[in-house]
């Protein structure tokens, strides 16, 4: 993204579209974190599942990772944060301490308050969403990816928050 925009600016030109994606991908972690106290009424002493930890699918590179951010501004609030990414927990515990790192989806559900959608891997499209569900303390998605359909998630018992869009 910001090569684009050095590109056109070094052209002379004032790609604003561009840098108004750059704002709401840099401002996506305030918005999750947002949406989790909205639907929780606070996030001290929660447990937060964060699914994805590399900052695309198909990486493990966590440089810049939204994932980064999103779990500081939840441990400073005192949530304790379960992750599962499918290739990025090596390099992520060298980086996110306070962390437990779990072995698949379904364990970072197990007894959380809220699952977070951080990277949206294929593995994440294809989980047993009923099981997930039925292993949380609350049954709440917050899909900062739009991995899923708000009205199946709905249907599924979910509080499902998406970003960009209603739900």
Do not use: C, H
Not at 5 to 11: C, D, T, V
Not at 31 to 36: A, E, G, N, P, Q
Not at 100 to 127: H, M, Q
């Amino acid at each position: 993204m910001q090569a684009f925009i050095r590109i056109a600016e070094k052209l002379n030109y004032d790609f604003a579209l561009l840098k108004e994606v750059e704002k709401i991908n840099k401002n996506r972690p305030k918005i999750l974190l947002d949406k989790i106290e909205k639907a929780l009424g606070t996030v001290e002493g929660k447990t937060i599942g964060i699914l994805g930890l590399a900052f695309k699918p198909n990486t493990d590179d966590i440089r810049l990772a939204p994932s980064i951010e999103i779990i500081s501004l939840l441990q400073k609030k005192k949530a304790q944060i379960k992750a599962y990414d499918p290739v990025a927990m090596d390099k992520a515990k060298e980086t996110l301490r306070n962390v437990e790192y779990e072995r698949d989806p379904y364990e970072v559900a197990r007894g959380s308050n809220a699952l977070v959608i951080v990277t949206e891997w294929e593995e994440f499209k294809g989980i047993d969403l009923e099981r997930i569900r039925d292993l949380m303390v609350n049954p709440l998605i917050v899909d900062g990816r739009n991995i899923y359909e708000p009205e199946k998630m709905k249907e599924l018992g979910f509080i499902y928050k998406s970003i960009g869009r209603l739900g």
